[in-house]
């Protein structure tokens, strides 16, 4: 089926960046680009730049674009080539309609995992926490989202109690070694307490986190950004595909 390159125009933005992914399964390379024009053949991209996996850019491969928008994830099949003449640039022909791939409300995976959290202390009228350390709580996480994700421990919270969250996942797939999370729901059981995190990216974090608690921030929590959440969520999107091939899902 043939696409029209203004369909994507209008709904991808210049100088926009998007992640492109070329190849399958643990080998898929996974690439960073902006968008630089749009033409009759297709939308320019500059200096792609690899992140992760083994599998290189090559001329006529088939490939997955990812972008994110304030309502959902989407994705583009593309088929991308050489610009003549421009070694730094590339032309990605889409192959079909733009997908959303996500809703806002992200769909979780199950995955188990022993983690560990921190709360940050609240400002108290003016107290400092200049000398104060954190205390690490063990914790289970039972599933996970591109949004947030759902963790038991023996440790009662309430909510809008503001975490620092430590997951071996979160290196394995490539993100920041720790989070910040808000409490946003709080499930009562036996045997403990089920809470549901919201994940905050670095742009959100002076909403949540009291200045005076700043200092007590690992610096791996400023580096999740829509990038880092986009990342998260292909893993997830790719486990539930997994999934399905298994007919567990």
Known sequence: MRVEVNSCQGILKLWERIEIVVGEGTEAGHYIARIEDFSKQGIIISCPEMVSGNTLLRDNADCIVFFNR?????????RIRRDAGQPNRYVLRPLQEIQRVQRRQFVRVEMWQKMSFAVLPSAV??????????????ALCQNISGGGILMKTDRELTVDDVLILKCPLFDEIGLPEALVGVCRRVFKEKTGFLYGIEFILEHQIDQYVESTSRALLPKAVMHYDLLMQNKLVIFIFRQQL????????
Request: charged letters at 25%; hydrophobic letters at 40%; aromatic letters at 6%.
């Open 242 to 249: 997994a999934l399905r091939k298994k007919g567990l899902l």
């Open 70 to 78: 304030e309502d959902a994830m989407y994705r583009l099949i593309t």
């Open 125 to 138: 009228g003016n107290a400092s926490t200049a000398g104060s350390t954190l205390e690490w709580v063990k």
